[in-house]
């Protein structure tokens, strides 16, 4: 059973930097996709950024130019810096894990991020 742990999360005023950590612990697939996705108050979950074990890279547009994600293979963390933060990427942001072999992503438990003067 794979476990994904997110870290970094709080609040922060706009303008400023957050840097998210996910760590995966378990067994994973030499072919994924590890990302971020973020659900704000009475809205859908939404992808914010993805990276596959390619190095490809997917970002919103809502956070291009802005948001950086990251991954390191040997120690099994992707991460997200984000710079610029606005009040719009106030949400609870999900770490996950896809891959072929599944049907649907596992999910971490979330991290509130809060951007607010």
């Known amino acids: 059973q794979l476990q994904l742990v997110e870290s970094g999360g709080g609040l922060v005023q706009p303008g400023g930097t957050l840097r998210l950590a996910c760590v995966y612990s378990?067994?994973?697939?030499?072919?994924?996709?590890m990302g971020w996705h973020r659900q704000a108050p009475g809205k859908q979950r939404e992808m914010v950024a993805l990276?596959?074990?390619?190095?490809?890279?997917n970002y919103a547009d809502s956070v291009k130019g802005r948001f950086t994600i990251s991954r390191d293979n040997a120690k099994n963390t992707v991460e997200l810096e984000m710079n610029n933060l606005k009040p719009d990427d106030t949400g609870v942001y999900f770490c996950?894990?896809?891959?072929?072999?599944?049907?649907?992503?596992?999910w971490g438990q979330g991290t509130q991020v809060t951007v607010s003067s």
């Open positions: 990276m596959n074990s390619g190095g490809a890279t």
């Open positions: 378990g067994s994973l697939w030499h072919i994924n996709t």
């Open positions: 996950s894990y896809n891959s072929p072999l599944q049907m649907e992503p596992y």
